[in-house]
């Protein structure tokens, strides 16, 4: 096992990583207030680990809720679902509730957990690769509004991550490998040497080889880590983390939610921030090609769907949070490993990118 | 203008109070951000103030929302409404709201501000005396659920409180006396010359005398403020100001939301912790005599509806945020004037005074 810490302050939190952790109560239990527990998972997750979660939380008084599953359903709707059970069990402010799911479980468990009460600990179990390497570390909570993805949320962090590899395994080759765009994305955003490493181990990772998957998860988290640690609230740098994310975010909106899992969206919206990148001379046809190719590889996107005309596109990704006085802030690449916020882009490059990188119909 | 500030560092904030302050602008202008204010209000206090309030705001990408009036809205779906059209507008992290109402319209206000875009900034303007003395002033914010009051929420400072006793004149003599329950509670928990000076002035204050009324909200939020100051997040002394609401809560959740106003929950709900702690022996008869009577003399209810059992009640108020490891503990006078939060009561002693302070039917 592998442990990091995010380094808060009072605030400090273990990121745990390695295979059989779920059902080892010593991870948990230090991070336990009161008595009450509430396990918040989903229809798939369920059935394969909960019953493994529980044996950590054996003697507590626990009580579940199994969430449907998918990005739809990431909704206000859902999250009053989560608060009406811990009424209804009338589990106080010392209570705990811990995420065992995916990003959206971790997402919607986060911000319930931020609002019961004004405020309860959760413990953030992830079991895709997406969660262990990017959504359960950082305190981002949210859900989805129709208009816009993460609209409604807070900044609240976990007491604790434990990322169990083993639940890896069971994790469909399409959603194993949307969590890989979360990793590449370290690589390009201030981790050069990372995105080598990538390039060169993607076949074993894409293999499942659990050394190479704990080496990825670990390395991801630690910068993770130090981008949260540095700019908690994001204030600064820690907008790079959304590299590739204003125009995922418009392809998840647009397509409606679900229909394009969020790593899919991300890969490809990577893809045009580089291609806006290259355009405006920041990064040179090589290095776009490195990365169209390593995306590729993986099997996923490098264009945004032919279903959103560039217009549609443009149009959603002016809802986004890193709007600052009507203009969109984009993160783009000076360099490969290096990435920056900028409105320095015209908008006739930005309308240009967006209807060159669109999928054939 | 009176002006007071609540200390809280670097997110310290000014609380103005007096006549006229509605259309100034100098209020307001300096604690917001962005371009974009939105005033979200309900359907009494629009078609009264909105227009005096825009005044404020002249020059300025404004937009507003008006939410029904009355308790039974404070939900999580109206919350909802607020965050829709702020996001048509496209309103951006720099946005700010206004809360310009009573307490239901500042909490659901707070809450959104809290949640947009994992929080914006907002400013309260409270138009009702209940929320001028107590709601609008400390951070507090929430929606309500079926199972419980206040049970969804945050805490989330706005920049700014602007008291304009000028909207007192239209308020309904109900929610004006709802109001002065919470001005007898300051004096209850910590403030036994103010209590003194109530029960000399509350002719002036039913005569909504000008002098007495500033008075009253100054040396509330003065109580408030320091509080607050004191313990943020309701670690501690905080909990004081709940005096006679886990009472309260229980009638209004009971109740139904809106069928009691929360000032007269309130105010039964500080006479039954008045008698209780007489029957612990803590208060004399005297003193529960001068709490009713004053409470009388404001024109509020001294005991729990009839419509509510006794064993209703005590279930009801097992759903409290101030429940530990199961245990309810309870905001209890040791004295006029001195409140303390306990759990050292027997449960027969409660039992026994909710069986007694109930309405005849």
Known sequence: MKTLEVDLGHRAYPIHIGSGLLPLPDLIRPHLEGRNVMVVTNETVGPLYL??????????DTATVVLPDGEEHKTLE?????????????????????????????????????????GVNYIQVPTTLLAQVDSSVGGKTAVNHPLGKNMIGAFHQPRCVVADTDTLATLPDREYRAGLAEVIKYGLIRDPEFFLWIEEHLGDLLARDP????????RSCRN???????????TGPR????????????????LGYGVWLHG?????GM???????????????????RIESLVRRAGLPVRAPAALSAAEMRDLMAVDKKVRGGALRLVLLEDMGKAIVTRGYDAAALDLTLAECRAAR
Chains 1, 2 share one sequence.
């Open 51 to 60: 019953a493994r979660q529980m044996q950590a939380l054996a003697g507590y």
């Open 78 to 118: 859902t999250m009053g679902r989560i608060i009406t059970a811990l009424l209804t069990r009338r589990f106080d402010r010392q209570c705990t509730l811990v995420a065992l799911g995916g990003g959206v479980v971790g997402d919607i468990t986060g911000f319930a957990a931020a609002c019961y009460q004004r």
């Open 211 to 218: 050394v190479a998957q704990t080496q990825a998860i670990e």
């Open 224 to 234: 993770k880590a130090e981008i949260v640690a540095a700019d908690e609230r994001e």
């Open 239 to 254: 907008a790079l983390l959304n590299l590739g994310h204003t125009f995922g975010h418009a392809i998840e909106t647009g």
């Open 264 to 268: 899919e969206a991300v890969a490809a």
């Open 271 to 289: 893809c045009l921030a580089a291609r806006l990148s290259a355009r405006l001379g920041w990064l040179d046809g090589t290095a776009v090609e």
